[in-house]
């Protein structure tokens, strides 16, 4: 079952936002499975393939070494919620 990973934001630091931290945690998503659109300007949704997956991505050491630079480039509220089963 899928699991979502939905992120409300509010850019602190637009050219940290778009230079050091979008791009690599979309990157380090990628990596898990995880797929989203990244056009959004205040939010994000990711879908990864299940809740495990979900919370190992966040949990990665990739995902981690980001959190000094997501706490300059912005404010943020993640939530994780499981899918509906095919």
């Known amino acids: ?22 791009p690599n945690a979309g990157r380090t998503a990628k ?3 995880g797929d989203g659109d990244g056009s959004l300007t ?9 809740h495990e997956t979900a919370v190992s991505w ?3 050491p990739e995902y981690q070494h980001l959190i000094d630079v997501r706490s300059v ?4 509220r993640f939530s994780l919620l499981d899918g509906l089963p095919s």
């Open 1 to 22: 079952m899928s699991a979502y990973v939905i992120v409300e934001f509010t850019v602190k630091d637009p050219d940290v936002y778009r230079e050091k931290y979008g």
């Open 73 to 76: 480039a912005m404010d943020a």
């Open 31 to 33: 990596e898990y499975g």
């Open 42 to 50: 205040s939010g994000a949704l990711m879908r990864f393939p299940d």
């Open 58 to 60: 966040y949990n990665s």
